[in-house]
């Protein structure tokens, strides 16, 4: 009798050939570890050690069961049979219906890599097992040709559970497979016999230092389940993960594994997590498709639309459609060719987010729409899940089994649905949809009837669905064509209104530049300089006119009004108008902050004072040359410029508002009269107190405070009633919007407004960037440290060999001197690593200025700077943190040192104190006027490449500590004056350093 003989080669064959590629690979050990009823399975890829480690908390296996169901092929282990029973059942979970049916879950660790240490550890009735069972597998020697398959050395352990195995123990493994490898020397080539022992020697696992490495699931400790440790890893890995067509497409890696199980909605929690994690370097790894990676529930609910329901037996859905996140309404749709039969694919259920392809069409926020868009291009589309698990290839958008694509390339509009912009998922069970049979590569369902139905039941949906609900002639589509009109009209007003605030933020950035220029550059005070020495020319030319006394008198009074008219032109040149309704960000506020202030100081100290000057100097000249001037008619003079000011200015205004008013309300033209006549009412108060001086006498003590007392009291109704209505005329201007062409309301204004949300935008994208500039130094701080110990570690194994070696002395030596040097330097920045300084200690100014002096040394004289300390300074003490108040001291100095470089001539830093101020000052350019404010603000520099956050982080950093960075407000010094105020809460002595 004939019997039938396997080759080993026949695994090598099977595996290949069954399994698609290594993703494939490993979705079946996924499948595997659900079988086991693991709740997790990991995977960590180690790219440096080329290792690859999956592990899962499953039942396990005894040895009994990997003998008979593992090592054996095409075994009826989870199916059950008179000589194998069924596989065990985690009593604590429910019943799980069996994934891994063809016996080829095993092969796919082959396909991973060429050889394999597999550990396992069996839990039965809610206990672990006592035994842990240990194999080494090398798939390279399944590939010889001419061996038979029970000739493969399989070396087996079993050993106590509570104890991780040995290296020791893994290198008896090896070296038992070795043995049986020179059994088959005589079967094979010695080239092939020298890869595989190759690979043996190779193969150098340590169970017990992995363990330390790697977190749960663990073996040891009552913990059960299997372990694969497989290496060297397929190069293919790597590629498989990093190698994208382009950066809107999902890697191979992720179209095959991620969405293992469904995460996408809260109400469904799966019954096991897959995760993978890649370690590219020493930091923390990346997790490539565990729950985050993949669609979130948060994410699910977010985006426009909504679908949701169940095909029953017969292809007719039933459920509930949400559109532009509405509420939900019930939808029924038929599937006609039923026929009143039902269908072979089984009743099955289904629920997928659609979000608009452009953000002004869609709900979801601008940023947040572009995020979800790159995340849809690369994984979005309609996912199956057959008990909870994934069923590959559906969800790679690149598939297109419902023709959803291809019917979009024919008409966008008419069709609607892309797979990039949707993301759900179908629910099949294999009790109910069992005709629905996957390939043997789980490459996609066969194509028999019941997965014709599928497919024809779904492809009715979406284009009954698309034109049901989006195109124009929609049955309901008018909720849809509604909200989109709303959201573009939304969208053309934010645009607008964001084109409006562009144009006058830049008309008002133009202007605060030219007055910036002009504070600068000292032109208030040389113009006003200016027109003092002419107005005292012209005056003393009048005086020496040989004409009567009275004309004389009138000409002196026209030259004063001249020059105050002059001193006004020139503050009128410098008046900046800030525009209302639009807001500022936060650097064009921090201008106009600057601006106000500067112009304050100017007109207390420079316009006032010149009008001063003048009204002095006229009244002392003629006193001088016995000319009487009437003050009352000066005053006269001054008083109804001003008002005359007022009335022209309300004058304009009355004639916008009642331009505007002709169909409004009385209440508005009372409003409007009430103004106006209050102004009037206080210049007729202003002249009637004019009357009376001129009455009373010629001559008024006090000239210039009766004349800005009684003009301040004409500008403050006038400013208090113009501004109202200002107010009014902008409101109107804003209701008769409401008839031009493509208007809005205020309502709609209002709404657009409130979306911009400028401020909250800064602030997050500078925490972002702040986050991730962190993380990348936490990262670089972690590989430099492991870097600088690993050349210390190395020069100090080299000098054990320059000893026996005499030429490697001087290369020895040159090491050591120069990373002696290094590390001396590194030394220094032990002062800012918070983590050394977690509690207050006592600085001395003088330990500061030595810290600096080392830091900047080689800067310093390069560009030949002097950087010096006071003897205060010097003395000062104070207990604080070394790891905040050093690295202000830092950003200060380096700042320093970059704008002194274009100094000519001395270059001098000092640091010195100022009562109880510590000051870091220099001699270079300063700060501008109109940076006066900006230059702590985060993202702001005038260094070319500068990232704008040494002076912001500095400033926050010293805040949380109670210390306050500022700048000087003197600007009549050279160069820049930088404060560090001290402590607060704390007494005199204590803020000195003083016992």
């Not at 410098?574 to 209302?580: D, E, F, G, I, S």
């Not at 304009?652 to 331009?659: E, F, I, K, M, Q």
């Amino acid at each position: 009798m004939a019997t039938f003989r396997v080759r080993a080669r026949t695994v090598d064959m099977l595996g290949r050939q069954q399994i698609a590629g290594i993703p494939t690979a490993i979705s079946e050990l996924f499948k595997n570890a659900h079988d086991a009823y693991a709740r997790s399975v990991e995977v960590d890829y180690f790219r440096r050690e080329n290792l690859f480690v999956l592990r899962d908390d499953g039942l396990g296996m005894t040895r009994e069961d990997f003998e008979q169901r593992w090592l054996t092929l095409g075994t009826e282990s989870k199916l059950g049979t008179a000589s194998l029973a069924m596989p065990p059942r985690d009593p604590d979970q429910p019943k799980r219906t069996t994934l891994g049916e063809k016996g080829i879950g095993r092969l796919a660790v082959a396909i991973i890599g060429p050889q394999v240490l597999i550990m396992t550890r069996a839990r039965r009735e809610r206990k672990p097992s006592k035994a842990l069972v240990a194999a080494y597998i090398n798939w390279t020697m399944f590939e010889l040709p001419g061996i038979e398959i029970s000739e493969i050395p399989i070396p087996l352990r079993e050993i106590n559970g509570d104890q991780p195995l040995t290296a020791k123990e893994v290198q008896s493994m090896i070296a038992e497979a070795s043995k049986g490898l020179r059994g088959l020397r005589g079967k094979t080539t010695a080239e092939r016999y020298r890869e595989i022992q190759s690979q043996l020697d190779a193969f150098d696992i340590d169970p017990v230092e992995w363990d330390r490495v790697l977190e749960a699931p663990r073996l040891v400790g009552g913990g059960c389940g299997t372990h694969f440790f497989i290496q060297p890893a397929d190069p293919i890995i790597q590629d498989d993960i990093d190698n994208r067509q382009n950066e809107g497409k999902a890697t191979r890696f992720e179209r095959n594994l991620i969405g293992f199980t469904n995460t996408m909605v809260a109400s469904r929690s799966p019954p096991i997590v897959a995760r993978f994690r890649d370690h590219k370097t020493e930091g923390p790894p990346a997790e490539l498709i565990g729950e985050a990676a993949f669609f979130t529930p948060d994410e699910f609910k977010e985006v426009d639309h909504h679908f949701s329901g169940r095909f029953d037996e017969y292809g007719q859905f039933r459920g509930k459609v949400g559109i532009y996140q509405m509420k939900d309404d019930e939808y029924v749709l038929a599937w006609n060719e039923s026929d009143g039969k039902k269908t072979q694919c089984g009743p099955f259920t289904f629920s997928f987010a659609y979000m608009q392809g452009t953000a002004r069409d869609s709900l979801v926020p601008p940023d947040e729409h572009a995020r979800l868009r790159r995340k849809l291009d690369r994984i979005g589309g309609l996912y199956i899940y057959r008990d909870g698990i994934r069923v590959q290839p559906y969800g790679d958008s690149d598939f297109d089994w419902l023709d959803i694509e291809r019917n979009r390339t024919l008409g966008a509009g008419y069709y609607f649905y892309s797979y990039r912009r949707m993301f759900g998922f179908i629910e099949l069970t294999q009790g109910k949809n069992d005709a629905l049979s996957e390939k043997a590569g789980r490459e996609g369902f066969r194509d028999n009837a019941a997965y014709r139905q599928l497919r024809s039941i779904l492809m009715n949906f979406f284009q009954q669905t698309a034109g049901d609900f989006f195109r124009e002639t929609g049955k309901y589509a008018d909720l849809h064509l509604e909200k989109k009109g709303e959201l573009n009209r939304n969208e053309d007003i934010r645009r607008r209104q964001a084109s409006n605030t562009r144009k006058r933020r830049a008309s008002l950035q133009d202007a605060l530049g030219k007055a910036f220029t002009a504070f600068d550059e000292g032109a208030p005070e040389r113009s006003s300089r200016v027109v003092l020495e002419e107005t005292k020319r012209e005056a003393e030319k009048v005086v020496a006119l040989k004409i009567p006394a009275q004309q004389k008198a009138m000409a002196l009074m026209r030259i004063e009004k001249a020059g105050r008219d002059r001193i006004e032109d020139i503050r009128s040149s410098l008046t900046v108008t800030k525009p209302r309704g639009v807001g500022l960000s936060r650097a064009l506020s921090n201008e106009w902050s600057s601006y106000t202030t500067q112009w304050e100081r100017v007109s207390g100290e420079v316009f006032e004072p010149a009008e001063h000057e003048i009204e002095r100097y006229i009244s002392g000249v003629a006193s001088k040359a016995k000319i009487s001037l009437d003050d009352a008619a000066r005053l006269n003079a001054a008083i109804s410029d001003s008002g005359e000011n007022a009335l022209r200015s309300m004058r304009g205004l009355r004639s916008d508002v009642g331009t505007l008013t002709t169909d409004v309300a009385t209440k508005v033209r009372e409003s409007t009269r009430e103004s106006f006549n209050i102004v009037t009412h206080a210049i007729d108060e202003v002249m009637a107190e004019l009357s009376r001086l001129q009455r009373s006498a010629s001559r008024i003590e006090d000239l210039s405070v009766v004349r800005e007392r009684l003009t301040q009291q004409i500008n403050s109704i006038h400013k208090a009633e113009s501004e109202k209505l200002e107010r009014l005329r902008d409101q109107l201007n804003a209701v008769a919007r409401i008839w031009e062409k493509d208007g809005y309301d205020t309502a709609e204004l209002t709404e657009a407004m409130e979306e911009e949300l400028d401020e909250l935008r800064e602030r997050r994208d500078a925490d972002l960037e702040l986050a991730q500039i962190g993380l990348a130094l936490n990262t670089v701080s972690h590989e430099f440290d492991k870097t600088v110990g690993n050349i210390r570690v190395g020069i100090q194994r080299l000098g054990a060999w320059a000893g026996e070696n005499p030429e490697l002395r001087d290369l020895h030596r040159d090491l050591q001197m120069s990373f002696g040097h290094l590390d001396e330097y590194l030394s220094l920045f032990t002062q800012l690593d918070s983590r050394t300084h977690s509690s207050k200690v006592r600085i001395t100014g003088q330990q500061i200025f030595d810290f600096l002096e080392r830091l900047f040394s080689l800067r310093l004289a390069r560009y030949r700077i002097r950087l010096t300390a006071s003897r205060q300074f010097a003395q000062r003490a104070m207990n604080s943190y070394p790891s905040s108040v050093y690295p202000a001291f830092v950003n200060l100095v380096d700042n320093a040192i970059y704008w002194l470089q274009r100094n000519r001539g001395e270059r001098e830093i000092k640091l010195e104190v100022d009562g109880l101020d510590l000051l870091v000052r220099d001699n270079g350019p300063g700060i501008s006027t109109r940076d006066r404010e900006n230059i702590f603000a985060l993202n702001f520099s005038r260094k070319p490449g500068g990232r704008g956050m040494g002076l912001h982080i500095s400033r926050q950093v010293l805040a949380r500590i109670g210390m306050k960075l500022s700048l000087d407000e003197r600007q009549d010094v050279k160069g820049a004056i930088f404060r560090i105020s001290p402590e607060k809460g704390m007494s005199n002595s204590e803020k000195r350093g003083r016992k």
